[in-house]
Nanobody, 121 residues
Framework: QVQLVESGGGLVQAGDSLRLSCVAS????????MGWFRQAPGKEHEFVAA????????YYADFVKGRFTISRDNTKNTVYLQMNSLKPEDTAVYYC??????????????WGQGTQVTVSS
């Protein structure tokens, strides 16, 4: 099992930027693809972005393309989500997840506790 701890959330205004971080421990980080998901109040979890083990393959939800960037630093066992041009509809709890297979669906085995992102208009 991979332990995941997210950080970097907060309250920002529309148009601002945030960078979320997720530190992994417990297993070999490069054995895992990483994903970011989010859950807004009253809504289901939805896919945001994913990255394969070496960072060469990335996937994004249509609603974040051009605004968010996923990256990873395997020397620090950390995956990042750079979020630019934030909108009020990006308000959600953001979760990172790990799995041996990259995916855009909720099939990841291991999940963090989430970090709250709130974007005011």
């Amino acid at each position: 099992q991979v332990q995941l701890v997210e950080s970097g959330g907060g309250l920002v205004q529309a148009g601002d930027s945030l960078r979320l971080s997720c530190v992994a421990s417990g297993r070999t980080f490069t054995d895992y693809a990483m994903g970011w998901f989010r859950q807004a109040p009253g809504k289901e979890h939805e896919f945001v972005a994913a990255i394969n083990w070496n960072g060469e393959d990335t996937y994004y939800a249509d609603f974040v393309k051009g605004r968010f960037t996923i990256s990873r630093d395997n020397t620090k066992n950390t995956v990042y989500l750079q979020m630019n041009s934030l909108k009020p509809e990006d308000t959600a709890v953001y979760y990172c997840a790990a799995d041996t297979t990259i995916a855009t669906m909720l099939i990841y085995d291991d999940w963090g506790q989430g970090t709250q992102v709130t974007v005011s208009s």
